[in-house]
């Protein structure tokens, strides 16, 4: 493999994290660290510097798109941003403490069990009404959103803020502590616990990822994990990819995304449960 | 995510209003990140190109690659390119990674800058919770940096 051949490689795997990263909220680490690691053969810590521009890319990339679908909620993200960096920071530090392989084994459970459990997951119209919320209220965190693929507008109210707030911290410190999975715990913690509809829970928590990356992205940086011969091609995939997904976002069926998620979920606990026993 | 421009139809759905201006948020956010992701992947694209182009990097690319498809580059630390003076360094040499790294830190900055854009808007609306929560995300951003 030529080294141009090797650049076009590396484009092609970040079209493919960038495009379902954006569909689904997951920022696309969960495919260029396992395929830059097994299939090229790719240093860890190097495949992890570039899965968090990748990060970085996606968010970006993607939410200046659903802005404009109105699909991402910015009071949402930013009120659980400040739950998910906070978090971030208190895993970082108990992870240079230690990380105990048994944590990945019991996160890799959780993920699995909360990909199933959005799969399952009734329509916004045929659950019960969600309990009030009165800081959800407060915040003004409830929305609207055009949806392409039922044709009409879709509006929610948004229930158990606390909670919300809560697992948001214990996945921000999931990712500090274990570098991964930040958006696949997000999602699920927006879609079960506070009731959003699936669409918006995607699309805030691309918007949301993007800043808890950056907070650890300086850390990876100043180590020199960061490679650019490396990182610009899967960086330029990515943002051509995120552009492709996050236009197929606002016409795909909630079902249909919602088995996609599980999917990539389930992926993803395998790569923890790999990681465990390595 | 404002109501105002929900009509409600006469059929009980509703349709989305887009001629109605988005609101300040949304906007000041979409333009920080539209300047962000485009600004770097220029000088991505800039960076690619200027390293393929040159002779002598050509070499160092085509050492480098074979070795980290093979799993040679065990040594992470290997680029220089890992603090901020070093990379404006190379910058000012016109050498291809350093545009790349370049366009990078610009990439990794847009969020903060998000955020930070985020907490002007809410000072000009004087909606005080959200001052307060998007300054203590800047702030825990900027500490996360200052300590890591």
Avoid: C
């Avoid at chain 1, 659903?66 to 906070?86: K, W, Y």
């Avoid at chain 1, 959800?136 to 409830?142: E, K, Q, S």
């Avoid at chain 1, 990819?241 to 919602?258: K, N, T, V």
């Avoid at chain 2, 990439?107 to 919770?129: E, G, H, K």
């Amino acid at each position: 493999m030529t080294p141009l051949e090797f650049t076009a490689a590396l484009v092609g795997v970040g079209v493919l994290a960038g495009g379902l990263g954006a569909l689904l909220g997951l920022g696309g680490g969960f495919i260029v660290v396992p395929v830059l690691t097994l299939v090229f053969n790719v240093n860890i810590r190097l495949a992890i510097g570039a899965s968090i521009v990748t990060i970085i890319a996606t968010s970006s990339g993607a939410t200046v798109a659903f802005l404009r679908d109105h699909l991402a909620n910015l009071r949402i993200g930013m009120f659980l941003e400040v739950a998910t960096t906070t978090g971030a920071v208190t895993g970082a530090f108990l992870g240079s403490v230690l990380v105990p392989r048994v944590l990945f084994v019991i996160f890799a459970v959780v993920l699995a069990q909360s990909a199933v459990a959005v799969a399952r997951r009734k329509h916004l119209e045929d659950r019960p009404p969600p309990p009030p919320d009165e800081l959800a209220d407060r915040l003004g965190l409830h929305g609207a959103y055009p949806d392409q693929a039922r044709g009409r507008v879709v509006t929610y109210r948004v229930a158990r803020t606390k909670t919300g707030f809560g697992l948001m911290y214990a996945a921000g410190a999931v990712s500090g502590l274990l570098g991964i999975g930040s958006g696949s715990l997000k999602v699920p913690a927006m879609d079960l616990a506070m009731g959003l509809p699936m669409k918006v829970s995607s699309a805030t928590s691309n918007f949301m990822i993007g800043v808890t990356a950056a907070a650890s992205a300086g850390v990876y940086f100043a180590r020199g994990d960061i490679d650019p011969l490396l990182t610009a091609p899967v960086a330029l995939g990515v943002l051509v990819g995120a552009f492709a997904g996050s236009r197929l976002l606002p016409g795909i069926q909630p079902r249909l995304l919602r088995l996609l998620f599980a999917v990539a979920v389930i992926v993803v606990a395998v790569n923890m449960l790999v990681k465990a026993f390595l | 995510m404002t109501d105002s421009v929900v009509q409600e139809s006469s059929g009980g759905g509703a349709e989305w209003d887009d001629s109605a201006a988005p609101p300040p948020l949304e906007r000041a956010v979409a333009v920080v990140l539209g300047i962000g992701v485009t600004l770097s992947s220029a000088l991505l694209v800039t960076g690619v190109i200027v390293t393929l182009a040159a002779r002598s990097s050509r070499h160092a690319a085509t050492r480098a690659m074979p070795a980290l498809r093979h799993g040679a580059l065990h040594q992470p630390g290997w680029t220089s390119y890992s603090s901020i003076a070093a990379v404006i360094r190379g910058v000012s040499h016109g050498t291809g990674p350093a545009l790349v790294m370049l366009g990078v830190l610009v990439l990794v900055a847009t969020p903060i800058a998000r955020v930070a854009v985020s907490v002007v808007v809410f000072s000009v609306s004087r909606d005080r919770r959200y001052i307060l929560v998007t300054a203590l995300v800047l702030a825990v951003l900027l500490g996360s940096f200052a300590l890591g």
